[in-house]
């Protein structure tokens, strides 16, 4: 796939005009306004949207489905029920205790503009937000935090490679548990007298160091095990606050292409995925009310169970909306149907509502940013078949 | 073009795994030639250590799964501890097996034939993310990879494609034609896994012109290859071709139209149209991109990929020639350190620096996992990626300079100075030169050097 990797130079470009180092371009009498979070959850492989939001009302669903349908609300590991003839995989009380509280909003149908069925280059368009991969070499999540003026909000990546997402102009740190060195470390300042003509490594070691001093500050340091989904979830908040937290975050979860034996692997994923959003409600605190949490896959799975118990790469499929600062409300987009005449090429669940859609709608209500941005740069030429959605937060 | 001491250091850095204390010497009478003598017909050099092969280690797998099957009632425990332990027994081989490369790569004098090996068994990437294909990974990368990758390509593609690691990487051993005398018996079918990335990543490319009906068309005339069962005659060989799956009729694949599989051929239907994929100009152009994107530059010198792409053509895929065209290219030798080392390349050209192989693998696993990159478990079939922005973050950043700090407390380096100029030869700075010899301890001038820009990058 090396024609979907996109130009790199681009961040060696900035890096070498000086944008300086770390944060340093945030004053400290700066207004920091209101201080919402968002967080994206990337789940990687593509996502079983019809085991993930059950439409087990829909009369095509056991048909297609067969063993790997949800059992509708009521029976043994039945979902749980959301209306609308919807039910959360049984997997996901945590999540499910959200949507009580009207804290939690699914689309059911959503899909990228294009369509592709390969993992990679729909995780590239996914992430960077464009419609080919010739046209982009960096991440909406990235030119959103530019957007909004660059040093205003601060971009953070869970995670030990900066995700295309979060890859571009504006400087974005990253995290993951494990890390020993200090920036108050004579190592520190050596290696940046060492780093004078490789900004690149300059400025990412700074912005690395500085992160693990966030975490450090924090007295009680909490040991993130390995596979301890919630404990990351409750790190990743604590870098989500105070006053030097930030403000977007994207986070992947790996290991959703499910093509065989795939209720015992989903039962696993999306036993992580609730625990992970439940480590972030409870490590945010009062700050869960200014939280949007999306959980968004590249493409969803075939409709119909394939000949090992799992699915083949499809076409719609869910994404989820979680946390305090979402607005009540019913479906995002419409359910297409399960039924023969509507499905994708015959074979896929047929999307109703652009994935941008919803992006740019949390970003212009939870941030504030405008619609000439949005239509123009965050999402490129996307105005016209992306409308940000209202709404939602 | 004359050798230089440059040209010495370029080779042992960049095409090779980084330099042992001397090895720069002793390639600068020839540092082509040396690159050029490690291309062999019989591929890359094994480990020294023996080895399970690919037939013992399926012994010891269809074991398992046997085991897997067995147990109800007052016995259940005890088969599931069983169970446990022969999981457990083949994880802790392939641990070994894993350290046992790594001890290889850290003490090689033939590092451009250990990285070109490395480089295929990426390109054509088996995980262990899954038990069961992790199972095979270290017998595939030593049966199925390194004694072809100086050979055709096409060959090389073939027996990846039908190793037991890859069949069950990608579910492809019990993928069954609908239409097949077992399809049509039981409620079972297809499976497109392994016809899309073989596709996608592992031939032509996703933007070579091909449709999901292409995809659906090769998983169905690759249906019937799988592996032995637990309750097969044992012997059986660890690569089967079931007819009784195999889906029946001719296929087209990118417009070309392959008649049914015949019983008497010794070929199947599903191989003809790999070796095709294989020798279509979209694999010649996207691998050589590849090779370029991987050895030279993140954004390659398009004069390198077009050389490479014209020596893969006329040779019909000839690795060894593509190899040869490789290290003959002008573009290959410029002096400038581009490429940020991956994770493995780093702890291996660190460990050989600072003449100190592995000697465990707990540590070598958890420092590879904390860098991103744990033993034999790429995220994807996509294989391990190999650009800057991947490797270099300010979180990987960190934690390199974490173990950098450890291993160069533990080095038994008596002179950092002669440590950098061993490890770096012409292409150390004169600003990393300075910083090593002004440092305040051993532990950190070599924490410096290793964590200098042109040791991080190669």
């Known amino acids: 796939m090396t024609h979907a990797r996109l130009n790199r130079r681009a961040l060696l470009g900035a890096a070498s005009a000086g944008i300086g180092l770390a944060f340093a371009g945030r004053v400290a009498s700066q207004s920091r306004g209101p201080a919402n979070k968002l967080v994206v959850v990337i789940a990687r492989g593509a996502m079983d949207g019809l085991s993930v939001t059950a439409p087990y009302a829909d009369p095509n669903y056991v048909p297609l489905r067969g063993g790997l349908a949800v059992p509708p609300p009521g029976q043994t590991d039945g979902a749980l029920a959301l209306g609308e003839g919807f039910g959360l995989h049984p997997a996901l009380a945590g999540l499910h205790g959200l949507h009580g509280r009207n804290q939690l909003r699914f689309a059911p149908a959503v899909a990228l503009p294009v369509r592709v069925r390969s993992h990679f280059e729909a995780q590239d368009l996914l992430e960077n937000g464009g419609e080919s991969l010739q046209r982009l070499d960096d991440g909406w999540l990235n030119r959103a935090l530019i957007a909004a003026g660059g040093t205003r909000l601060r971009g953070l990546a869970i995670g030990a490679q900066t995700p295309l997402i979060l890859r571009g102009e504006a400087p974005v740190s990253g995290w993951t548990p494990g890390g020993r060195v200090r920036s108050s470390d004579r190592i520190a300042a050596l290696l940046q007298d060492l780093y004078v003509d490789d900004p690149m490594l300059g400025q990412n070691l700074a912005r690395g160091l500085a992160t693990e001093s966030l975490v450090a500050m924090d007295g009680e340091s909490e040991t993130v095990r390995r596979n301890d989904v919630q404990a990351l979830g409750r790190a990743t908040a604590k870098l989500m606050t105070g006053p030097e ?145 209202s709404g939602l937060v | 073009m004359a050798a230089s001491s440059t040209d010495a250091a370029v080779a042992v850095t960049r095409l090779g795994l980084g330099a042992r204390p001397g090895e720069i010497g002793r390639v600068a009478h020839d540092p082509r030639g040396w690159a050029l003598s490690q291309i062999r017909p019989e591929g890359a050099p094994q480990p020294a250590d023996v080895l399970p092969t690919t037939d013992q280690r399926m012994s010891a797998f269809l074991a398992y799964q046997a085991l897997t099957r067995q147990g109800d009632g007052a016995d259940a425990e005890a088969a599931r501890e069983a169970r446990q332990s022969a999981r457990r027994a083949i994880t802790e081989e392939t641990a070994e097996a894993f350290l046992v490369r790594a001890r290889h790569g850290a003490t090689t004098d033939k590092g451009f034939a250990e990285r070109w090996a490395l480089f295929w068994a990426n390109a054509l990437t088996v995980s262990a993310v899954k038990f069961d294909s992790g199972a095979f990974v270290d017998p595939y990368e030593r049966e199925a990879i390194r004694p072809n990758v100086f050979g055709r390509f096409e060959d090389l593609v073939v027996a990846a494609e039908q190793h037991p690691a890859m069949l069950l990487y990608l579910d492809q051993a019990r993928s069954t034609g609908p239409g097949s005398p077992a399809g049509t018996r039981r409620r079972i079918g297809l499976n497109e896994n392994l016809a899309r990335e073989m596709l996608e990543l592992h031939t032509v490319g996703a933007d070579a012109g091909y449709t999901q009906a292409d995809v659906t068309e090769l998983a169905r005339a690759l249906t019937g290859w799988s592996i032995p069962r637990p309750q097969d005659a044992p012997g059986e060989p660890p690569f089967i071709f079931r007819a009784n799956v195999h889906e029946p009729g001719a296929r087209t694949v990118m417009g070309k139209t392959y008649p049914a599989t015949r019983r008497a051929s010794n070929r199947t239907q599903g191989e003809t149209i790999l070796r095709d994929l294989a020798r279509h100009p ?34 019909d895929g000839d690795l060894a020639q593509v190899a040869r065209a490789l290290i003959e290219a002008p573009e290959t030798w410029s002096p400038q350190p581009a490429k940020i080392k991956t994770p493995y390349e780093f702890l291996i050209s660190a460990q050989r620096a600072l003449d100190a192989p592995p000697e465990r693998i707990a540590p070598l696993r958890q420092t590879l996992t904390l860098l991103g990159q744990p033993p034999f478990a790429p995220p994807s079939p996509e294989g391990w990626p190999d650009t800057a922005e991947d490797w270099a973050g300010p979180d990987a950043l960190v934690k390199r300079l974490n173990w950098a700090r450890s291993a160069a407390q533990a080095a038994r380096l008596p002179d950092p100075a002669l440590a950098a100029r061993d490890a770096l030869g012409e292409r150390l700075t004169e600003r990393t030169r300075l910083a090593v010899s002004r440092a305040e301890s051993r532990p950190e001038a070599l924490t410096l050097l290793l964590m200098s820009p042109e040791f991080q990058r190669r």
């Open chain 2, 282 to 315: 979209a694999t010649a152009r996207r691998l050589s991109h590849r090779i370029a994107g991987h050895f030279v530059a993140d954004d390659p010198p398009v004069a390198l990929v077009q050389r490479l792409e014209a020596a893969w053509t006329r040779s």
């Open chain 1, 245 to 389: 937290g930030a403000d977007i975050v994207a986070v992947s979860l790996d290991g959703w292409d499910t093509h065989a034996g795939q209720r015992a692997q989903l039962q696993t994923r999306l036993t992580g995925l609730d625990q992970l959003v439940s480590g972030l409600e409870g490590g945010l605190a009062e700050q869960w009310a200014q939280t949007v949490v999306v959980v968004a896959t590249e493409f969803g799975r075939t409709a119909r169970v394939n000949g090992t118990q799992g699915t083949d790469h499809g076409t719609g499929s869910s994404l989820l909306l979680a946390g305090g600062a979402v607005k009540a409300g019913g479906l995002i987009g419409d359910w297409p149907t399960l039924a023969d005449n509507r499905l994708f090429e015959g074979r896929d669940l047929a999307p109703t509502l652009d994935i941008r859609s919803v992006f740019k709608g949390v970003l212009r209500d939870h941030f504030g940013l405008d619609r000439a941005a949005l239509d123009a740069r965050v999402f490129p030429d996307s105005g016209a078949e992306a409308p940000a959605l």
